[in-house]
């Protein structure tokens, strides 16, 4: 049996790319699952299907830079399955542009998102975690959270941003386990959310060697299903023609 059957594992960002693939692995590998993001005719029909398929799944409209919303989230793991294994903060956005195009608006939804959406599920699942003796706590990064790149300066810096964080919460904790996926270029919708005519071009050409968010689900996976003492901090996951 998978050590993956029977956990319960809540993650955000799951109506499509990594979330949705994360998803649709773990419930094939026996979790039961709580997801959530803000389009929920897409969740409704991939917990539909999950559970057509036997999956033991829940799901709820998630907007992740309200605090609210991620305690409603938590809250719902524990009503419907008593506990929650692990949290997987996935939700992001991506809307690269150069620094001088002042694109403020765009550079508030990253550090609300991708920030303060990170800090706010901690904020949520930490508690329950610790009264539990035992959780897991996956944020997903990105190979720009390794690296910078021009056009992605702000994008780049919150997920730098994000492994700090997940750096500082490991060493905090010796009983919760903390684990940081960096992707590096995945089929999704992130390049969708791409404004500026220049870093859009820019992304295509990056999106020829890209691979697929099952790549990234089974590295979270794999961070998952090991024994509780062993805890997987970091993992990155390229295409194997990728450059950097």
Partial sequence: MSNLSGKVVAITG???GIGEAAARYLAASGARLVIGARRTDRLD???ATIASQGGDIRFAALDVTRRSDLEAFVGLALSAYGRLDVLVNNAGV???SPLDALKVDEWDRMIDVNIKGVL???AAALPVMKQQGFGQIVNV???????VSPTAAVYCATKFAVRAISD???QE???IRVTVISPGVITSDLA???SDPVARETMKSFRAIAIGPEAIARAIAYAVEQPDDVDVSEIVVRPTASPN
């Avoid at 990064?141 to 690296?147: D, L, Q, V, W």
């Fill in 141 to 147: 990064s990105s190979i720009g959270g390794h690296r």
């Fill in 192 to 194: 969708d959310t791409i």
């Fill in 94 to 96: 991506m809307p690269l």
């Fill in 14 to 16: 799951a109506s499509s």
């Fill in 168 to 170: 500082g919460l490991r």
């Fill in 120 to 122: 706010y599920g901690i």
């Fill in 173 to 175: 904790n010796d009983r």
């Fill in 45 to 47: 029909r991939l917990a």
